[in-house]
């Protein structure tokens, strides 16, 4: 007789955002670069009062925020004025518009980095009912970075 051990939603999704990386060294990624991100969701728990784990649409707008934004540190950030966001960072002195940029709470723009704030706004959503959720984000078709978060 077979029983339920688990149970366990997937999801995969792109999104093509634009970064540039803060690093010690010289680096092409210190330049602002583009990529067709790839993430891949994974969550488990239990079914809660509507039958799901977590509602998919949550995913969606995640995507809908990042989607054909420039991802930056809040860290760079030295003003908000006007509708603009001003980035110091790596020798460049940005001005960008409110509304194409994406803050990370983050000390840098890494894969690594997108995926725990990918990860962290999952958790802000679900309910008691998810005990596990592991969030994969593709930068290139050869590389990723992962995290997992658990109860």
Known sequence: MFKIVERKIGWHKDFDSSHFLALPYESKCLRIHGHTYNVDVEIWGELNENGMIFDFNHL?????????????SEYWVTDKRDGYVVVEKNG????????????LN???????YIAEWFAERIAEKAGENVKKIKVRIWEDPRSYAEITLSV
């Open 92 to 103: 460049k002195h940005l001005e960008l518009p409110e509304n194409e940029v994406v803050i």
């Open 106 to 112: 983050k000390p840098n723009v890494t894969a690594e």
């Open 60 to 72: 969606s707008n995640l995507i809908k925020l990042l989607d054909h934004k420039i991802l930056i």
